[in-house]
């Protein structure tokens, strides 16, 4: 697409990599989205720590983009080091609540999950191991039924 020209002084949505390209070359002063703020990051992960449903995120890229803006300009986002900490404990409320999901799941021999308000990040981290979960119960059941020609088998 099409971008610029700036003018000096002037607030500009840009893209991600534009902007960090911008800063490493310290061309632009950075501003962070408005729930990258102390505050509201309480709430978010207060709420997500209540609740036994996954809550939903302020952006679907939120550890992405915490990640890429505190490593790239945590000199234009106040209390830098606090977010950078609400921001993993709520990642890590997240995950544990993930991995008993999960444990359920495979513990009830279920056939699908719904997997409401969790971002490709999250469905990412727990992808690999339910796949091979899910492939292993199979293998389990499928040996376990008799079949017409199969054989018992000693392990």
């Known amino acids: 697409g099409d971008l610029g020209p700036f003018n000096p002084g002037l607030p500009v949505e840009v ?7 911008l800063k490493q070359r310290q061309k632009c002063r950075l501003i962070p989205p408005e729930w990258m703020d102390v505050e509201k990051l309480e709430e978010i992960r207060d709420q997500e720590r209540k609740e036994d449903t996954f809550t939903p995120m302020p952006s679907p890229y939120y550890m992405e983009l915490t990640k890429l803006l505190l490593n790239y300009a945590s000199d234009n986002i106040p209390k830098a080091d606090e977010i950078r900490t609400l921001v993993k404990d709520t990642w890590d409320t997240r995950m544990a609540k993930l991995r008993l999901s999960a444990d359920s799941f495979v513990r009830q021999q279920e056939a699908h999950a719904k997997l409401d308000n969790l971002t490709l990040m999250e469905i990412n981290t727990i992808g690999t191991f339910l796949t091979q979960a899910l492939d292993h119960m199979y293998k389990l059941r499928t040996n376990l039924q008799p079949g017409e020609s199969a054989q018992s088998q000693d392990f």
């Open 15 to 21: 893209p991600v990599w534009l902007a960090i390209n």
